[in-house]
Antibody, heavy 118, light 110 residues
Framework: QVQLVQSGAEVKKPGASVKVSCKAS????????MHWVRQAPGQGLEWMGMINPNGGIPSHAQKFQGRVTMTRETSTSTVYMELRRLRSEDTAVYYC???????????WGQGTLVTISS | QSALTQAASVSGSPGQSITISCTGTSNDVGAYNYVSWYQQHPGKAPKLMIYDVSDRPSGVSNRFSGSKSGNTASLTISGLQAEDEADYYCSSYASSGSVVFGGGTKLTVL
């Protein structure tokens, strides 16, 4: 069973940045694309972007252009998602999820609640 | 990229079958067989139920099935059970290189 372990909940002020981590096993890290999906309170799922297992340029949804950075750290089998210039509507649970290559998400992290509040 | 269109809610009685539709465009659902479905119970992470339009992951009940016709994908749940009550989301790869989700359908088992 694939296990993805995410970092803990965060409270940030508007305009700040947040960096969420997602740790996988080495095998999972090397053989899957890793995606980030978020869910605002009471709302649906929203795809943010993905990073491939062989490095390369991550891709992300147009709406996050200029605000999001997705990176990978091979030595620890960890992927990161940094979101900058936070606003209240960024309050959400952020999930990482694995994708074996066909744009579906077969394992999910436990979610990280990010709350934006002044 | 616009979200895929799903009905907000659907209901059925135990033992019945229900179908949830997911309508996209010729740039996403209609163009690729990369449609997947997820079940989400309150406070939990989503769970993959169907991938590649109609394939079922190991461990998912064969009461769940998927199909696609044109720009519309469908998830059918047969023999409804109380534990099927949850939110269901469809997802598709899109020609923009992104992934798009449906707005979600709340299934109530009466």
């Amino acid at each position: 069973q694939v296990q993805l372990v995410q970092s803990g909940a965060e409270v940030k002020k508007p305009g700040a940045s947040v960096k969420v981590s997602c740790k996988a096993s080495e095998h999972t890290f090397r053989s899957n694309y890793m995606h980030w999906v978020r869910q605002a309170p009471g709302q649906g799922l929203e795809w943010m972007g993905m990073i491939n297992p062989n490095g390369g340029i991550p891709s992300h949804a147009q709406k996050f252009q200029g605000r999001v950075t997705m990176t990978r750290e091979t030595s620890t089998s960890t992927v990161y998602m940094e979101l900058r210039r936070l606003r209240s509507e960024d309050t959400a649970v952020y999930y990482c999820a694995t994708d074996p290559g066909n744009y579906y998400f077969d394992s999910w992290g436990q979610g990280t609640l990010v709350t934006i509040s002044s | 990229q616009s979200a895929l269109t799903q009905a907000a809610s659907v209901s059925g009685s135990p033992g019945q079958s229900i179908t949830i539709s997911c309508t996209g465009t010729s740039n996403d659902v209609g163009a690729y067989n990369y449609v997947s479905w997820y079940q989400q119970h309150p406070g939990k992470a989503p769970k993959l139920m169907i991938y590649d339009v109609s394939d079922r992951p190991s461990g998912v009940s064969n009461r769940f099935s998927g199909s696609k016709s044109g720009n519309t994908a469908s998830l059918t749940i047969s023999g409804l059970q109380a534990e099927d009550e949850a939110d269901y989301y469809c997802s598709s790869y899109a020609s923009s290189g992104s992934v798009v989700f449906g707005g979600g359908t709340k299934l109530t088992v009466l």
